[in-house]
């Protein structure tokens, strides 16, 4: 096993969204920016200053997103995103927006009731969908025998593509030439029929929160489509139009957010549970725009300890899985099996390295499992910047602070103690993308095992976000995220899917939770 110390590299400006009445622009030179108010849902307070370092914000463009706060409420909410299940149109590779003249194939009905009977025992108090047919028969399903009624909300639409609905993604590219390569490279800025239907579309389901949050209902499910459930996420932890295509939305997958209300006045707390948990696997083939996916990082959550299931585990000594990890570390070796691995970047921490040697042991034995005609050989590496124990046992002398952490979170740390982390998972982060780029396969998929907090800060390097939004994610034990980069490491990533845990079994973290005790929720 090699150790690695890697050197410090450059990460790139992160882009953020800002309410600010000063018009700004970008220079080669460095211009002199005002203090901004910059709204985050995982912050104290909603909103957060940012001092002037003109450094920060060079990638800054001159369209900004910028949103309300988001409605005050009063009880913990929890809302589940599904998207429809397959289509004809989706099939056919037609284009549909938010035409309704597609409807379920069989398969797409299979879908939609696999995802049933994921969510069975899930108590949901109301039900929200898109009134278009693909989507309302996907919801009829899953919602079954239960008695209440579905709200249709006609915002909960697809996104409005105008001409383009209804042709086949060739014939879209025959007839509109240049418009149709804005909207597969560019869409945040792609204009059809005098409209740009991206920025509409957030505008949209900006709208729809406010609707789905007024419901009285601690549990929600909502379902709808690809597009809109993407704006949906984006809108709730506050990115932009920018990052459409990037947080992936498959026939069926289920994404979580949870609302938590402030202790004082003003917009909730609001964190990325899970993004697009999948009927499928996570770890089938991708593309992306027609393009197959050739790169690949897979962050997995080491198993369970004896202590990491209380808010205590930020900082216990460090320990060895309990039965239930070495369980969890198992499953997700039999789940990566499918997957040629070229590498595996472990923590040094000893439950990430057993997990490590888990999927490692499982990969170079495929051959005798039927999974590869021959022996695989993976390399095993050490990187001491996926540490970060030491930096969270900071606040350990604070029994204040640590009564109001969850595990699987970063919400409630000191800001230094974040800014720490923050830069030594930077760190980690190049290192990774480093990684991925190195080798002479054209084929590359690096797995980093780590804790959940090392893997959320690496997430929003990923996303090309600040500090500031580490709260808006959440990890469990033994759960898995996957990134794609089909430009390469140097294009930035795709998110498949967050918090990924279906490959558990019996063992996988409920989708819902129960609301009969406040405080449990």
């Known amino acids: 096993m090699i150790s690695v110390t890697p050197s410090l590299f450059v990460h790139r400006t992160p882009t953020s969204y800002f309410f600010f ?3 700004i622009t970008t220079r080669r030179s460095k211009p002199s920016f005002p203090a901004l108010s910059v ?16 450094e920060k914000r060079q990638e800054l463009g001159s369209e900004l997103y910028s949103s309300a706060p988001f409605p005050e409420i009063k009880a913990a909410k929890r809302v589940v995103l599904v998207r429809h299940g397959q289509s004809t149109w989706n099939e056919e590779g037609r284009i549909q927006g938010s035409s309704d003249f597609s409807v379920l194939t069989n398969k797409g009905e299979a879908q939609a009731e696999t995802s049933r009977q994921m969510l069975i025992d899930d108590s949901f108090d109301v039900c929200f ?20 009624e579905i709200l249709t909300d006609p915002d909960l639409r697809e996104i409005d593509l105008y001409s383009f609905q209804g042709l086949l993604k060739h014939e879209g590219k025959a007839k509109f030439g240049e418009a149709f390569r804005q909207w597969q490279v560019d869409a945040a800025n792609f204009n059809i029929d005098g409209h740009y239907p991206v920025r509409e579309l957030w505008a949209r389901a900006r709208n729809c929160w406010n609707k789905i949050l007024a419901h009285e209902g601690g549990s929600i499910l909502v379902v709808a489509h690809n597009a809109v459930n993407q704006a949906l996420v984006a809108t709730a932890i506050g990115l932009g139009t920018k990052y459409f295509r990037i947080l992936l939305q498959s026939n069926c997958g289920v994404s979580v957010l949870d609302f938590t209300p402030r202790l004082e006045v003003g917009s909730p707390l609001i964190c990325l549970n899970r993004l697009n948990q999948t009927p499928n696997s996570p770890v089938a083939g991708g593309s992306f725009g027609g393009r197959k996916t050739s790169k ?15 808010a205590s585990s930020h900082f216990s000594e460090d320990q060895t899985m309990n039965m239930l990890g070495v369980i969890q570390s198992q499953k997700t070796a039999e789940l990566l099996l499918d997957l040629k691995v070229s590498s595996i970047v472990s923590s040094p921490k000893k439950a990430c390295v057993q997990t490590a040697i888990a999927i490692s042991s499982v990969q170079e034995a495929a051959d005798c499992l039927g999974a590869d005609c021959v022996p695989r050989y993976v390399e095993m590496k050490q990187l001491g910047n996926l540490n970060v ?24 740390f000191e800001d230094t103690v974040l800014s720490a982390v923050w830069d030594q998972s930077e760190q980690a ?3 990774l993308l480093k990684e991925l780029a190195s080798g002479i396969e054209q084929e590359r998929i690096v797995v980093v095992v780590g804790d959940p907090a090392i893997h959320i800060a690496l997430l929003a390097h990923c996303l090309n976000l600040t500090k500031e939004w580490v709260g808006s994610f959440h990890l469990d034990d033994g759960s898995i995220s996957v990134v794609d980069f089909p430009d390469g490491p140097a294009g930035g990533g795709v998110i498949r899917c967050i918090n990924y845990t279906a490959h558990l079994g019996r063992w996988s973290i409920p989708i819902t939770r129960s609301t009969v005790d406040d405080e449990e929720f």
């Open 21 to 23: 009445t000063t018009t």
């Open 39 to 54: 709204w985050s849902s995982s912050s104290p307070s909603g909103l957060y200053e940012i001092a002037d370092k003109s």
């Open 129 to 148: 969908s898109s009134p278009l047919l693909r989507s309302r028969r996907t919801a009829e399903i899953i919602w079954g025998s239960r008695n209440e």
């Open 296 to 310: 690949r990082i897979i962050l997995v959550c080491h198993g369970s300890t004896l202590t990491n299931t209380e």
């Open 389 to 412: 124990e030491s930096i969270l046992q900071q606040v350990k002398k604070d029994s204040n602070v640590v009564s109001s952490l969850q595990p699987g979170s970063l919400n409630g």
């Open 429 to 431: 982060w190049q290192y």
